[in-house]
């Protein structure tokens, strides 16, 4: 007969996507599943399909005891009270529990966390800043997610919360963001942002290879089709680039002025595109090292992509089991 | 024959002073005397300036047993090595161990802090954030001093560095700092900015108020100038004021996005101004709270003055004493 192995879930649930992964009490990743959330179908069908895929995932991974549950989510959520507010990337999921009927069906504690926080924890446990005391993880993408690791742990504020890095002011005349700011990072850098500015740049000159690119529509343009015209050296796309490099130094000059950390994980769908934003970054972070060592922070590439935020979800659970029973 | 009482020395090293304060292990301050730095006269003076003030200070607390000295300084500093280098505002001193000689003339540990720092913590143990777990202190004078106190020590990035959160960028398009940046905190809202932008505004208006004040010699037109005038409604000064009050909210929206902190203190020449800008402040922090709760975040002025400093750097020193033996 096969031992029997102890074992977490980790889980990253998105807008479209839910992913789970077990994991040993070791950071062996086992299985590994993932399906669609259908949240607009209601959160009864989405908590189903999370249940199912637990299960299945659970079976994938062959004689195992489950010990507990971590979940990085799309925020808004209330850690506290085990819920997620997000009516916005997940419809119709509006203050609905997560962790209560989780915990009741499978017997284990769940964890819920930001889903920035645990793919920043992934790359602090298995990924780009494997072990540093400090760490701060960057997920550019439709958002900028953020995540701050101090001695293995999420940083927690005030009654617990989440910080948002990603929203810090950079420019008080730059765009307007949801949050209430002008030219907060996220309105800066974020892909919507950089697509929006190369659309601008595009309807003001016509000779930009982004019209081509985009087949002479402009609603095409994206950050994506910006990164890559920029790459080809069209002007045009090259100041998106410029604008880019140059607010992303900025935020990380912030982070380190703030945190300190030895590192910084870079990461998510506008990062893909780094090398082209890097000879800016690292130009602003070699002029504002005066007081705080920038120039030599190490700033370097998420490593674990998508396995980022289950990996850390799965550390999450691992951390609140007793301290006998574990090995990190 | 009298109980002899352990005690710890804080002491506050400025450019021009030098403060002394001797602190029992529960905090009770029983004797404070300063003196002149006389940095100017080269280290081995100020040295001996600092040894006599300590064993007068020492002196007047009666019957006790020296068990530490804890330093906060003007920086920069190298707290591993001990060491001030700050030939800025103590000229001569460019790389002096301070930490060895007292050390070893008073046979206790010495500790090196960031003059901000001290403040902060000071502020944490008896002043406006007694006891809680994450608490910013602004001073805000001739420069921005801040100090960041998490669980009741002072914040350490990377290789024990002190952090910069006075120097966060807040505006690219702002004044050049000696940091490298343009626009951090400390060039928009520190004295010699907000005296600066003062003496900018009168050139460019004859019938300001700041004209009157001054005796119609501009150059004596300085922060403390404008902060009067606005309070008497000149409209020049008003700008000034604005402007202050508007990158100290964004400063401070910045802090609760990094930190998130229940308590942020204020101190500092500037900051007697606050009920100035706080009109401001209150409606930056009202419109940035939709993700972080900054209205709510209790903004407080520091209590302990010019004790905060001489009182953190005595609990530097206490933190370094085995546990057994004090009462923190």
Known sequence: MAQTRNVVIGMDLGGTNVRAAVFSMEGALLARRQTLMEAARGPAVGLEN????IEEVLGLAGSVALRGIGIGSTGPLDRARGTIQNPWTLPTWKDVDIVSPLSAHFHVPVMLENDADAAALGEYWQGAGKGVRRLCALTVGTGVGTGFI??????RGWRGLHCEVGHQVLDPNGPECYCGAHGCMEVLIAGPALGKLAREKAAAGENSLL?????GNIDQIDARTAMEAARRGDPAALEVAQHAGRYLGLGLVNIIAFLAPEVIVLGGSVMSSYDLLQPIVREILERHSVLMPSREVCIVPAQLGDNAGVCGAALTAIQTLPRAGRTI
Chains 1, 2 share one sequence.
Do not use: H, N, P, T
């Open 50 to 53: 999370v249940r199912k895929l």
């Open 150 to 155: 101090l001695d293995g742990s999420i940083y």
């Open 211 to 215: 019209w081509e690119m985009a087949g």
